[in-house]
């Protein structure tokens, strides 16, 4: 039952490639969709979902939402060897504790 | 500056021993979790609590067992250890806002980690 999916497992590119990381979901009562980034300790925030459509973008790195899909995607620009992290999809629902599942992660590789 | 800290960094112990791990954040959040994630690196939320209430995940054994002295700390006890319990564990907290529908609840900050072996 698993509520979130991403893809590929992992992938690995080279400096300058362009990648796009893919999460789907299931939910019940969707508030949000965050991405998280986790190198080699503890994840760190990168955006948070809300609206279909509207992108969000810092930097070399943006996301977007399709609630009527139900997946979001995160894309990384010109990439650098700085981006090899695993990169975590998480949704968060209108439930009791604001608990959120996560994916399984997208390990990317960035080779010089 | 830590915003969200962890005690100890890595614990090794016997199986059938009682431990804790401590958890700390001076971000003013009143919301705390903590998470565990296993060897093939999935992140599972295994508690969340605030002054108010606690939320167990349910495929949680009872011998795990948050404490919370106050609202900056929520400590993780596990008694009884198992090897199955080796694992990183992760704190984090968030900012819950009274009212319907705040999204920033969902924006968690997590420590470092504790990595448990179990042996």
């Known amino acids: 039952e698993d509520k979130v999916v991403q893809s590929p497992l992992s992938l690995v590119v080279h400096e300058g490639d362009t990648v796009t990381l893919n999460c789907s979901y299931e939910v019940t009562n969707f508030r949000s969709l965050l991405w998280y980034k986790q190198e080699k300790k503890a994840p760190t925030f990168l955006f948070m979902l809300?609206?279909?459509?509207i992108e969000k973008k810092s930097g070399r790195l943006s996301s977007i939402l399709d609630k009527k899909e139900l997946f979001s995607i995160l894309n990384i620009t010109a990439t650098q060897t700085g981006d090899s992290a695993v990169y975590l999809c998480a949704l968060g629902e209108n439930n009791a504790g604001n608990m959120l599942t996560f994916g399984g992660g997208t390990r990317l590789m960035v080779k010089p | 500056d830590t915003a969200v800290s962890q005690t100890p960094k890595y614990l090794v112990t016997q199986m059938g021993n009682d431990k804790s791990i401590k958890c700390e954040q001076n971000l003013g959040h009143d919301t705390m979790y903590w998470y565990k994630q296993d060897s093939k690196k999935f992140l599972k939320i295994m508690f969340s609590y605030n002054n108010k209430e606690l939320i167990i995940n349910e495929t949680v054994p009872n011998r795990f067992s948050p404490k919370s002295p106050d609202k900056a700390h929520l400590n993780l006890h596990i008694n009884s250890l198992e090897l199955g319990d080796s694992a990183v564990y992760f704190c984090?907290?968030?900012?819950?806002?009274?009212?319907?529908?705040?999204?920033?609840?969902?924006?968690?900050?997590f420590g470092p980690g504790t990595r448990l072996t179990v042996l």
């Open positions: 984090a907290s968030s900012q819950r806002q009274v009212g319907s529908g705040s999204v920033r609840t969902d924006t968690q900050y």
């Open positions: 809300t609206s279909s459509g």
